[in-house]
């Protein structure tokens, strides 16, 4: 059980790198240093966005209008914590 509880965390922490990624990008291309004509790095944030857009689309349903302030990948972070917090805190328990 402690290993299936392994397996959990590293996904976890898989998916906290994959947001902070396509959150460094997304500042990137938004200060023009990372440029979307160029075909490698269209399909990273393509990729990027094809991965995260189940997961921050439920979390935008809940959360309310901001503008063009998305705080979609902060919630997701602070769940992932949680999550984290959550399973380090009951894995003795198993």
Known sequence: ???????I????NLLYFVVIAHVIMSWLINF???NLRQPLVYQI???LNRLLDPIYSRVRQVLPDTGSLD?????????I?????VI???AYSF
């Open 1 to 7: 059980m402690y290993s299936l509880l392994q397996i």
């Open 9 to 12: 965390l590293m996904l976890l």
């Open 32 to 34: 023009q240093v990372l």
């Open 45 to 47: 944030w393509d990729g």
């Open 71 to 79: 705080l979609a990948p902060l919630v997701v972070l602070i769940g």
């Open 81 to 85: 914590y949680a999550i984290r917090i």
């Open 88 to 90: 380090m805190n009951n």
